[in-house]
């Protein structure tokens, strides 16, 4: 009786580790796969924002010269 659950035990912890190994092979290949996609996806996130914040700034920058200009002429 011991000897079965010795036997069983020891084929389970194979099974575990036989899967275990299929998932970090399966996780490193699908890491492969679509890590440039999401590097991609996360260049344009980012390019997007710089320019919205360029635009933001340069109108920021825009309108304070315009009120520097218009205060030195008044004053």
């Not at 000897?3 to 275990?20: N, Y």
């Not at 490193?28 to 360029?54: D, M, N, S």
Request: net charge positive; glycine share 12%; hydrophobic share 45%.
């Amino acid at each position: 009786m011991k000897k079965k659950i010795i036997l069983l035990g020891s084929i389970g912890g194979i099974v575990v580790v036989i899967i275990t190994i299929w998932a970090l092979i399966a996780g490193v290949g699908f890491l492969q796969k679509q890590f440039p996609e999401w590097t991609k996806w996360g260049e344009t996130i980012v390019r997007e924002t710089i320019k919205k914040a360029e635009d933001a700034f340069n109108g920021t920058i825009e309108k304070a010269k315009e009120s520097i200009a218009g205060a030195d002429r008044k004053g």
